[in-house]
């Protein structure tokens, strides 16, 4: 009894969107948090460099609230009329969280030219340090903890949202050297801190974009389907593999693909095989979440082999089916 176990996708879905839930949560109090804090730094030192800070870790803190939706949403699971399911909200808040960062790092931009055309004195550079600090280790702490369990649930969407606070993190540190620069002498530090930080927000618009919007598209990792086709082909009485799909619903993957067996096998054990097919394909493939097994006889796989010759019927002209 000991070697046996079972396999259930929708159970394994569903732990994973609560993962996926308690990671937003922890992270969206510790950002809030992180940016109440620089927020009244900023009233209290005027720094258009820790502003765009506090903007930045609010919009990351923010985006994570239709994130949290989207898995919500998600957890209904599939009906009679979205028979895949809802998990394609979690793309459509990925795609949100793109014009967050976008929006936020406009606003950004906006401040810190501002800054620079009509400038002002910075109070409590020390204050500006300490909260700069705080900022690092904040989205630094929040970053390690959604990029991991994003990758362990299969959610692009929530690793962007893992990078977008390490960025975070890395822009605090900017404020740091524009509160240096001010100490030393060079007023302009700070808006010039706060222009920088904008060039890593649109940098980020770009590398989130790229996450988000191929899965979007039904975009899907070739190692996926290299996994897919080497997994089928090793069980025994799969002479081929043909029509190698898969495409990410949310964080859940979907494959269909074609087996070649034997033409002698009768229809149970040609059943038995593609059984053992899918059984294998959701040990390589931890976020596989359904499997369609198309079984053809030997001499017939593949695509090519199932058009329909020309023919008539209903008074219809000759036609045909590819």
């Known amino acids: 009894m000991g070697g046996r176990h079972s396999h259930g996708p929708i159970d394994s879905k569903l732990a994973s969107t609560s993962r996926g839930l308690w990671a937003l949560s922890w992270s969206f109090f510790v950002l809030m948090a992180t940016a109440l804090v620089q927020a009244v730094m900023v009233v209290l030192s005027g720094s258009v460099g ?8 609010l919009a990351d803190a923010a985006t994570a609230i239709p994130l949290g939706v989207a898995f919500w949403i998600a957890r209904y699971g599939a009906s009679r009329r979205f028979t895949y399911g809802l998990g394609r909200v979690e793309d459509l808040a990925g795609l949100l969280i793109v014009l967050t960062v976008f929006a936020s790092g ?7 030219v501002s800054r620079l055309i009509h400038p002002r004195p910075v109070q409590l550079l020390w204050g500006v340090v300490l909260a700069s600090l705080i900022g690092f280790a904040g989205n630094e702490a929040v970053a390690v903890f959604r990029i991991r369990v994003g990758r362990q649930i299969g959610s692009a969407a929530l690793v962007a949202d893992g990078y977008h606070a390490r960025v975070d993190g890395w822009t605090s540190l900017a404020v740091l050297v524009g509160a240096v620069g001010v100490w030393a002498g060079y007023p302009l530090a700070d808006p010039l801190a706060g222009l920088l930080i904008s060039l890593a927000i649109f940098a980020l618009v770009w590398q989130v974009a790229r996450s988000i919007l191929p899965r979007m ?3 899907v990792e070739t190692t996926a389907l290299d996994t897919i086709a ?5 069980v025994p009485g799969v002479e081929e593999v043909t029509h190698v799909r898969a495409r990410w619903i949310g964080h859940r ?6 087996i070649t ?4 096998l009768s229809v149970a054990e040609g059943h ?9 394909l959701l040990h390589h493939l931890p976020h596989l979440e359904s499997v369609n097994v198309h079984v053809d006889p030997s001499g017939e796989g593949g695509e ?6 020309g023919h008539t019927h209903d008074g219809l002209p000759l036609h045909s089916h590819h």
């Open 253 to 258: 993957l979907h494959a269909d693909l074609s």
């Open 217 to 219: 598209l039904d975009g």
């Open 304 to 309: 090519a082999h199932h058009g329909i010759a």
């Open 106 to 112: 406009a606003v950004v931009v906006y401040e810190s």
């Open 261 to 264: 067996v034997p033409a002698a």
């Open 230 to 234: 080497h997994a089928a082909c090793h």
């Open 272 to 280: 038995a095989v593609a059984k053992e097919v899918r059984h294998q």
């Open 50 to 57: 820790l502003l765009a800070d506090t903007i930045h870790n």
